[in-house]
């Protein structure tokens, strides 16, 4: 998707309209500087209130990504466009997310042990040794929780015995016996546990 047509777009069909970036941002509930990013092509409407801010500036949602009127012989073509584009950026966003996680992880885990080993072998009292030990600990379990979030979220998980691939409660991932990035859990559509390999498609 091309962020910077599409802000241009926006622009032009509020002018259009003659609402000022305030006034389009008080009818949608958010911040005039959140208008301000999408119409310099900075960031993107959150898909929360894109229906909103198509019904306010006279367009369908397949305009807006396209960041232009689509006619009626151009409709099924561009949409199926836009469908494959907004895959892709999924894809792609998913991809850095496992990246964050691995580095969370990372981080986390020598945090942890740089604490551990700090208030294993430095003259210190007593209780600044044990305040290392549980900030680290409390730390640690911090970039633990945030690393399951992103794996639970980016992606999917696929069923060995269907194939079926799905995103998992962040309960049945927290729980789930797990090898890496595969884990032992109930497949929602054939109700069979297996271990199920993370996947970036679903397709």
Known sequence: MDQIKIGQFVAQRRKNIKLTQAQLAEKLGITDKAVSKWERGLTMPDVSIMQDLCDILGITVNDLISGEIITMENYNQQLENNLIEMVKEKEKADKRLLSLE???GIS???????LVFIAAFIEMEAWIRITLIVL????FMVGCLCALRIEQVAGYYQCKRCGHKHVPTFK???LAAHLGRTRYMRCPNCHKKSWQKKV????
């Open 102 to 104: 691995v580095f969370i």
């Open 200 to 203: 970036i498609n679903k397709d």
């Open 108 to 114: 986390a885990t020598v945090t942890f042990l740089a």
């Open 172 to 174: 049945a991932v927290n």
């Open 136 to 139: 680290g600990f409390v730390l």
